[in-house]
Nanobody, 128 residues
Framework: QVQLVESGGGLVQAGGSLRLSCAAS????????MGWFRQTPGKERECVAA????????DYAASVQGRFTISRDNGKNTVYLQMNSLKPEDTAAYYC?????????????????????WGQGTQVTVSS
């Protein structure tokens, strides 16, 4: 029902910044709460940031609070993840995801099992 394509990953030095973008196809982007997840080998995929379908509510994992900012532009069908003060432990494959249910305009969640649509992932590597 929605197709997602991430971009913007790459290799950066610790303390640097990177901005990820997720472009959605279709005409229903504004109906979905969105999230950014990351995964490393041997670890469970976890949500680092989420945003309500209107963009008015956000939720962050404690590990990235104050360093990452999620935002969306529904007019451009795009969600962003601005990553500042990057650390080597931020190294992971990052995935954009859309929630399975429409929900309310202010609803936001970081629960993995509430998301159903996924991008292909983009690799972020932070060197020390």
């Amino acid at each position: 029902q929605v197709q997602l394509v991430e971009s913007g990953g790459g290799l950066v030095q610790a303390g640097g910044s990177l901005r990820l973008s997720c472009a959605a196809s279709g005409r229903t982007f504004s109906s979905y709460a969105m999230g950014w997840f990351r995964q490393t080998p041997g670890k469970e995929r976890e949500c680092v940031a989420a945003i309500s379908r209107s963009g008015s509510s956000t939720d962050y994992a404690a590990s990235v609070q104050g360093r990452f900012t999620i935002s969306r532009d529904n007019g451009k069908n795009t969600v962003y993840l601005q990553m500042n003060s990057l650390k080597p432990e931020d190294t992971a494959a990052y995935y954009c995801a859309a929630r399975a249910d429409v929900g309310g305009r202010y609803y936001v969640t970081r629960r993995l099992n509430e998301y159903a649509y996924w991008g292909q992932g983009t690799q972020v590597t932070v060197s020390s």
